[in-house]
């Protein structure tokens, strides 16, 4: 599905249901995108985040002065607004596979991870923010989600 000049539709989830209900919403199809992943990839992006959230983050090292400090602003600022600032390119890690369709496989796994996420109770250092509690690191990741998600247009 080609990229159109559509705008971003302005979300703020306040629970990760929220979450899952549109990325189940957005399934169905069809939607337009005024971003360059399709929903499968959006998936596969907070995937990747919210695993590693939840296990390691050790792909993208950051000193700790920046997570203690810059780093620790922005996501207050982040977290307080609802949203993330645009044009931050993903670490390699966290970028999906190419793929062309969606695949009702991988939005699954996707869905399974909220899952995970709404009950999980030890998380890893962020190495951009640094030690977060288990509910900000919810937090984040309901701000990430929406900032993609944002990109689809259901029809």
């Known amino acids: 599905m080609p990229t159109e000049t559509v705008e971003r539709r302005r979300i703020r989830y306040e629970t990760l249901d929220e979450v899952v209900a549109d990325v189940q919403k957005l399934r169905l199809g069809p939607y337009s995108r005024c971003g360059k992943w399709s929903l499968t990839q959006i998936c596969e992006h907070l995937d990747k985040a919210m695993?590693?959230?939840?296990?390691?983050?050790?792909?993208?090292?950051?000193?700790?002065?920046?997570r203690k400090t810059v780093g620790k602003m922005i996501f207050n600022q982040m977290v307080k607004s609802g949203q993330m600032r645009k044009g931050f390119e993903a670490p390699a890690a966290f970028r999906p596979v190419d793929q062309a369709d969606d695949d009702p496989a991988r939005i699954d796994h996707f869905l399974h991870?909220?899952?995970?996420?709404?009950?999980?109770?030890?998380?890893?250092?962020?190495?951009?923010?640094?030690?977060?509690?288990p509910?900000?690191?919810?937090?984040?990741?309901?701000v990430h989600a929406a900032h993609h998600l944002s990109h689809l247009i259901p029809s």
Do not use: C, N
């Open 113 to 133: 991870t909220i899952e995970k996420l709404k009950t999980a109770s030890q998380f890893a250092d962020s190495p951009f923010f640094g030690r977060l509690t």
């Open 135 to 142: 509910d900000e690191w919810r937090a984040f990741h309901l």
């Open 51 to 66: 695993e590693g959230s939840m296990t390691h983050m050790d792909d993208v090292p950051l000193g700790w002065l920046i």
